[in-house]
């Protein structure tokens, strides 16, 4: 019985946290494709804490075996770090399955990544790292931008 | 019976926690330990209770670090004038992708980031700094000084404030350029912007400030709205260095 409790706490905990509003600075429509939303699985190569977002670099087998490297537009490092995430939060390694949106711009970064906006990076354990609803009008977002 | 208590408990733990999650509110980028729903007073562990704190004179002392409860909600119906509304509808059409926030330029008056806020405040002058945008700043004066001359075309405008009793600081604001968003979707509004707020603070965790914007450049009508600020007594402010890696401005193609 407790056991089903608890499961059900956590489970309900995660729909929370999950939806706690992430934030960016520009409008997500203007971005990112809420119609494109795509599942990555790979592994880390790389967290960019930095200013306006934070990026994490994912590298992925495409479907002819070639890796190609996602980079993956999170939330700033300030309020990654108010929910409690920091920077190493993910690890060079980690293998990730993560909920994405590609760029409306095809243009693939300078470093040759694939441009996207990453909405949440599940570890192998089940936990949801940079997860939530950002307010950036992005298609969990609780509100529209700027309303 | 039994068999039946955990699912039931189970059920009850989901419909209490479940009303927490759609959450709206943008500011409360709070750690997920902290709980609660910071704009919702029924959930709210965030902020704190208590009277509202004054200074040695009597005045209403606003000092502290804030998050806006409402960034998301404000302002939503500007009375525009003509041409105005005919540039708002070719930002929303464009999804917002011209929006300064975008190019990590200053958010302007009285638009504010989805980040907290500080107040600052001494006898003769209130600081408002903001953790988001450019780290964007804003003097008001309450030395009595008026507007001066010479104040035209400034990205926050200046501000000149004065107490109304010991409860409300009015504080007035001009002189800006026409550059900046009124708000998210692309409000736009003229250099003759005319910005007033009321400062109060009911109690020690809310901030309330009634805004008015008067424009006879782009609105119709002063249009009137209210913002609410929530004390975090744990928080400082962070860095945000819009510009670092600013790669969006490049990639905001809207359609």
């Known amino acids: ?147 | 019976m039994k068999r039946y208590y955990g699912w039931v408990m189970a059920a009850l733990a989901v419909a209490v926690l479940l009303p927490l999650a759609p959450m709206n509110i943008s500011a409360q980028a709070g750690p997920a330990k902290g709980g609660g729903k910071a704009g919702d007073k029924a959930k709210d562990t965030l902020t704190p209770t208590g009277p509202t704190p004054r200074t040695p004179d009597g005045k209403v002392d606003f000092n502290g670090v804030y998050a806006p409860a409402n960034f998301a909600n404000y302002g939503a119906a500007f009375p525009l004038q003509p041409w105005a509304k005919k540039i708002f509808d070719d930002r929303r059409a464009g999804l917002s992708k011209d929006d300064p926030e975008g190019y990590c330029l200053p958010a302007g008056v009285p638009r504010i980031s989805p980040f907290p806020e500080k107040f600052v405040q001494t006898k003769d002058l209130f600081v408002i700094l903001d953790e988001g945008n450019v780290h964007s700043y804003r003097q008001i004066f309450l030395d009595g000084r008026g507007h001066g001359k010479g104040l035209d075309q400034l990205w926050m405008g200046h501000s000149i404030g004065k107490w109304e009793g010991n409860d409300t600081l009015v504080v007035d604001s001009v002189g800006f350029n026409d550059k900046t968003w009124l708000n998210g979707q692309g409000a736009p509004h003229s250099d003759k912007l005319h910005v007033t707020e009321k400062y109060t603070r009911p109690d020690l965790g809310h901030v309330n400030v009634e805004i008015t914007i008067d424009d006879p450049g782009a609105l119709t009508a002063p249009h009137t709205f209210t913002r609410s600020f929530l004390l975090r007594p744990d928080w400082e402010l962070l860095e945000y260095v819009c510009n670092e890696f600013n790669i969006d401005s490049d990639r905001l193609v809207g359609k």
Not at chain 1, 65 to 89: F, H, I, M, Y
Not at chain 1, 106 to 127: E, Q, T, V
């Open chain 1, 1 to 147: 019985m407790k056991s089903t409790c608890v499961a059900a706490l956590v489970a309900a905990s995660g729909l929370f946290s999950a939806s706690i509003p992430l934030l960016a600075h520009h409008s997500f429509a203007a971005e990112y494709d809420s119609t494109q939303p795509i599942t990555l699985k790979g592994t880390v190569k790389e967290l960019k804490w930095q200013n306006p977002h934070a990026y994490v670099f994912v590298d992925v087998k495409d479907e002819s075996g070639k890796t190609v490297t996602w980079a993956l537009e999170t939330l700033s490092p300030n309020a990654l770090a108010r929910q409690g995430w920091n920077r190493d939060s993910l690890k060079r390694g980690d293998a990730v399955t993560v909920e994405a949106y590609k760029a409306k711009d095809p243009r693939p970064l300078p470093d040759g990544s694939l441009h996207g906006n990453g909405r949440s990076f599940a570890l192998a354990d089940g936990k949801r790292v940079f997860a939530g609803a950002a307010e950036d009008g992005g298609p969990d977002s609780a509100t529209a931008r700027g309303k």
